[in-house]
């Protein structure tokens, strides 16, 4: 019988994240101050994060060491699984291995828990109280408030107003852990209202829900802020999924030749890439390919500019050099909602622009079609986030087939789909709508870029 | 750091499953053919049925070969883990060692795809085209879907309809893997129209579902049933959970005191609890306990009688001897519809008869209540099914605290509780109806017991 899965005991699970920083030989840009424009302190980060993961942010450290505190709450789900689809591969009659690390085996279901766990233990070591954020599909604040609970912190989430109405049973999920739950634009906040003044039915944006959820902890002295994504330190604790992930292949026999993730933020992408991406960036396995899939409607990498740009709309944020389609840009409403960010990861967009990774867009149908071939033949139904990693996974493993070349492809399935059969519903009942080309909106919103 | 989760790999997988059959030495009362009334031939089955489900209804053999194919259908997401509930256990000051067996890994999230698979596998064997079902929480027919897809049957599922409305999400996962989905009672059978002509809003229940599964299958030659629980084949596909569990258990190096689940018609109690139930009817272990937990609503075992009983509403089924509230009882509209069920399965209703099991009974509040303590504990929201065990498992683990006893409990995580989340927002809301003490209407139904 094949053996599809490759588990680690939890003994086995890593006890240090990865950095990626050291590894990045050409210089990055810093992130600038909102105000001055000129390159942010790490205390000008103090009124939103405590001391333990601005360190982080900046740490000069190729490997940082988990605390104990946060492996024993990881290990409720990890090490998580890593699987051959041997099924998909059959079905797809390709002679590439296919690889999946599958991240939606914890309570909140998605790869989220691995920083929520972490920010929540740091800012409980701190002092904090209470923990306020934003949360797009649901993922993000569905981890963090089952984190805060766990550390006994009190949790306020602003949820992107198109969510909200989506997915009511995301904020249930997060009500269950004690959560405060708002549609965002709220009118709770400043940003909140000036959105609501203008465009009284805004679907909302993750980039004005983090304004709205930033203003809120700049106010509170008990209160800190948390993000599910973008930031060095998020990114950094999303590696457990590559280390992991690296023993995984190795007890496989295998490596893999190209490593593939859906990327909003990109927290799940660096998530699993980076692990791998050490071994291109030291020189080791320079023929390595990752990839980033972002969703056509929102295609961040594949049509936005690399420029400094505000990570929320009303420009409470540093001012970070990554790719945008610029602070102001309202994606439609797609049902990966968790992909629905303007800007991208710092590192990545560096990584992106020096050409260590490549990206791919594809359409909601393209991404759904996949998602039902993947629950079909896998029996997981996915997320439509991950769902794009799939599509982009199966295109590789389809090129294999028409080239005959045997290589192995790894892909991060980020989390599941329970929560988004409203979405498989409009799918099944064709009533996706998919689009148009967001071209023109994105240009308007790039010629709002700050000026720096 | 406390390694919580016992995993064994695809290859540990036991091999076969346990018959219980063999070890009950007290007669147990045949079933009996509906309009003789004579005890039922295997030939009687044999409309509904594939020769090699039959066989195994009434198998001599102690254990029973696992095909190769379904050990490899069962690899997608098998063995599942036993899970040690530290945080439980810290949370309740409970000297008890609890373990919880985790079966909601798989692709519809619950135990049910042990015996959906399978039964699909020796259906696909027998040239079978079709598989017709009912389902009530959804859980059943999510796994059949799933299940028939893979062996490319068609799947046709009637929907008990208070689920139906309650939960669209489940009928959404059904459709996606290609199911059929009506809700019960429908206008497509004669069992359903005379029902809708009596009480136009019927709820429905699983008897009626059953009835109209049933008059489909018998009327269509290429079609056979399927049932998810009661019957002797079911439960033995189901006893690799407690095959898997003893393996783990013994790694973990304990044994329980208590195995508990929650009995709807008794297939993920019997799939835990008969692998342990086997050392007390062979006598080296008689000390053991073994609990069926059910809901104060529907309290087959607790309230029912124990008498030759349909297992479906209009008579269709053969007669079998177990506890029942009579196949006219109309359970209440409680969130947990898999156990929503009149009757409970002959082997079950004999050995609790026989006082080789116990059986306890709670509300939906208590069991809501130990769902949410359980989620912030473990971090997993269980289905309110399963939240059944959970209840159970604390009020043991308090009992220890109470005595000082350090006792080893063990209970059946059946499924999660994604799909449940409107029905933990109606516990959150304080919106969950109790419903008065069923008695009376047991009463009604049982004065309407076939007369044998």
């Known amino acids: 019988m094949n053996d599809n899965k490759i588990l680690l005991s939890a003994n086995e699970m890593p006890s240090q994240w990865y950095n990626i920083l050291p590894d990045i030989t050409t210089p990055m840009a810093p992130p600038l101050h909102p105000g001055t424009k000129q390159p942010a302190a790490a205390s000008d980060f103090a009124a939103i994060f405590p001391d333990a993961l601005i360190a982080q942010e ?11 505190e946060v492996r024993e709450a990881y290990a409720l789900s990890r090490p998580t699984p890593l699987i051959r689809a041997y099924a998909l591969e059959k079905r797809l009659q390709t002679p590439a291995k296919i690889f999946f690390k599958y991240e939606g085996v914890n309570s909140a279901g998605s790869h989220k828990s691995n920083t929520a766990l972490a920010q929540a233990y740091y800012n409980k070591q701190a002092g904090v109280k209470r923990l306020v954020t934003e949360t797009g599909a649901g993922q993000w604040g569905s981890a963090l408030s089952a984190a805060c609970k766990r550390y006994g912190l009190g949790c306020e989430v602003f949820m992107v107003k198109v969510s909200y109405d989506q997915k009511p049973y995301r904020r249930t999920f997060m009500q269950l852990f004690g959560a405060e739950v708002h549609a965002s ?3 709770l906040t400043q940003a909140g209202r000036k959105i609501l003044a203008e465009h009284p039915h805004s679907p909302g944006s993750l980039a004005i829900a983090i304004s709205e959820a930033v203003e809120l902890a700049v106010q509170r002295d008990d209160t800190k802020y948390a993000l599910g994504s973008v930031l060095n330190h998020v990114l950094l604790h999303q590696t457990i999924i590559g280390e992991e992930a690296r023993l995984q292949m190795e007890k496989a026999g295998a490596y893999p030749d190209i490593v593939i993730a859906c990327a909003g933020g990109g927290s799940n ?28 409607s929102c295609p961040t990498l594949t049509k936005g500019v690399f420029a400094y740009d505000f990570g929320d709309e009303s420009g409470y944020t540093p001012l970070m050099k990554m790719y945008t389609l610029g602070h102001s840009f309202i994606p439609d409403k797609i049902h990966a909602g968790g992909l629905r960010y303007h800007g991208m990861s710092p590192i990545v967009s560096h990584l992106y622009h020096d050409k260590q990774i490549e990206a791919e867009a594809y359409t909601q149908q393209e991404i759904f079609e996949a998602a039902v071939l993947f629950a079909e ?8 986030e991950s769902a794009h990693a799939i599509r982009s996974a199966i ?4 090129a294999c087939k028409a080239s005959g070349e045997a290589k192995t492809i790894l892909f991060n399935l980020s989390g599941h789909g329970f929560f988004d059969l409203g979405s498989y519903d409009a799918y099944l009942q064709h009533r996706l709508i998919e689009h148009k080309s967001p071209l023109e909106h994105i240009q308007e919103s790039i010629d709002r870029l700050p000026v720096i």
Do not use: Y
């Open 269 to 296: 992408f660096a998530g699993l890439g980076f692990s791998f991406l050490r071994d291109k960036l030291r020189g080791t396995n320079t023929a390595l390919r990752v990839v980033a899939v972002e969703p056509a």
């Open 185 to 187: 634009p709220s009118d």
């Open 395 to 398: 295109v590789h493993a389809e």
């Open 58 to 68: 900046f740490s000069p450290d190729s490997f940082v060491d988990i605390p104990d």
């Open 377 to 384: 033949t896998e029996g997981i139904v996915p997320a439509p």
